[in-house]
């Protein structure tokens, strides 16, 4: 699946205002016998989903209490998040795996301070400008902090491929020298 560009997200906001929502809660262990980015979303918070008053809208923005995320490392957490609808998610801290998980695949973890968190939630709805690092919403608006190299990445569509693809005159460039000088350690055979 190709990243999309993550430029502004705007729309309805669903909100799960629990801490510490592990990864095994996002997407339970039974589904991840596959290593396709799709089919996830209809898994997503499995067991929760069973409960009488469980609803969570696929709104493009989700809101979420601290430490979301953590647990182990599975890719298939936000695959699952991604393919119900999300595209950002927004809370006052995120487990670093995850985090990174995240961005990997075009969706954009925002950390926010937790009195902003709940001003969103509260609201419904919001706007996220990846461009301008901020999120907008009626009442309020709050900066937030990117590593640079991510909001690249996210700007521009780009998964490790497309960044490495980026690279394509430098490796090029490399291929020819190693080529005419050969490699850079001997190569010996012994019989």
Known sequence: MPVQAVLTV?????????DDVDTDQIMPKQFLKRVERTGFGEFLFHDWAQEPDWHLPANPI??????????SSREHAPWGLEDYGFKVLIAPSFADIFRSNCTKIGLLPVELPEADVQAIAQAGEAEVDLEAQEVRWPGGSAAFDIH?????RLLNGLDDIGVTLGQADAIEAYERDRDEHGPPTPVTTTL
């Open 10 to 18: 705007a729309g309805p906001v669903s909100t799960l205002m629990r």
């Open 148 to 152: 640079p190299e991510t909001r690249h």
């Open 62 to 71: 989700l809101v979420t209490g601290r430490n979301f995320g953590c647990g």
